[in-house]
């Protein structure tokens, strides 16, 4: 979801705008609400035991609860959605696979996108799950205008995706590319890296003026679109392809243009809690190396997207 830390991803880089996860004993239960399954462990004199292969790899405070809280927005389909009150989609279903080789449940909890972060710096989540792109500007703690605003956070890199345009049906105003937005208005959602590509754009167009009008959600931005009072809404790729393919049955929205700029998705880590991103990083490389991985990807139809192996920090 700007190159400000509260943004889902960069012009430069991308984020996924869905179908239920079943929640099976032993396995991860994502639910906005909290709801999960029995663990696969066991409580044993005030600590969990488990089997899982890097249960030893994390900080003991995770291995005590065997939970590890995680804060998305979940509308964004498909990468993280609610469906029958449960939180659902890509990133859950990798959190799941990844809650297998550590031994402990993520608590998938929804909140506002340019919220995300601080909840990690506050303690209340222990990571950020929500399609959201890896940048400098991010690691760093720094605004759209380069700003200190915060210390940072850590990603483990698991995905890559880009942009696109997403238009009404039939794409009545011609819309190819960004240049073709200039004199027009466009509808995205606030504190993403979409706006501020937006925002570039405008400075762009000069006195053929781009109007943009931002949202607290993507979805208020699409119903702008679709309504006709936008020209275009800013997506990853993959998310934009979903919403053109399932919105009224694919009769609502088109694709404009390609997909461009990809860049990494990561889950996002307090600077501080290094032992967790480490055994993150590992845990990933373990579900590319299993397979688990692939098979969230070919579930969800974004093979393409897939990295070979886990990095840290690797966004620009």
Not at 21 to 26: E, K, L, N, R, S
Not at 203 to 223: H, P, R, S, W, Y
Not at 256 to 284: M, W
């Amino acid at each position: 979801m700007t190159a400000s830390n509260t943004c889902r991803t960069t012009a430069t880089r991308a984020r996924i705008a869905a179908v239920g996860a079943i929640a099976v004993a032993g396995s991860l239960m994502l639910t906005a609400c909290g709801d999960q399954t029995d663990s696969a462990s066991t409580k044993e004199s005030g600590a969990t035991k488990s089997e899982a292969p890097l249960f030893g790899k994390l900080p003991a405070k995770y291995q005590k609860s065997g939970v590890i809280k995680v804060g998305t927005d979940a509308a964004y389909a498909p990468m993280e959605f609610t469906e029958g009150g449960k939180i659902v989609g890509i990133d859950p279903d990798i959190a799941e696979a990844l809650g297998k080789q550590l031994g402990v449940k993520f608590q998938f909890t929804s909140g506002t996108f340019d919220g995300l972060i601080t909840s990690v710096y506050t303690g209340r989540q222990d990571l950020v799950m929500s399609a959201m792109s890896d940048t400098k500007a991010r690691q760093e703690g720094l605004d759209d205008k380069g700003k200190k605003i915060g210390k940072g956070i850590d990603f483990v890199d698991y995905f890559t995706s880009g942009v696109s345009l997403l238009v009404k049906k039939g794409n009545p105003e011609g819309i190819k590319s960004l240049a073709d937005l200039c004199g027009k208005t466009v509808a995205v959602q606030r504190g993403t890296i979409y706006e501020t590509t937006f925002k570039d754009q405008a400075k762009k167009c000069g006195d053929k003026k781009l109007t943009i009008e931002a949202f607290d959600t993507d979805a208020e931005a699409q119903t702008r679109v679709k309504a006709g009072g936008a020209v275009a809404d800013l997506n990853d790729y993959p998310v934009a392809a979903y919403i053109a393919k399932t919105s009224g049955g694919g009769k609502d929205f088109d694709v404009a243009g390609g997909q461009t700029d990809a860049g990494p998705f990561g889950i996002g880590v307090d600077k501080s809690n290094t032992q967790l991103r480490d055994a993150l990083k590992e845990a990933l490389d373990a579900i590319i190396k299993d397979g688990s991985y692939a098979k969230v990807l070919e579930k969800w139809d974004v093979t393409n997207s897939a990295v070979d192996k886990a990095t840290i920090n690797a966004g620009s």
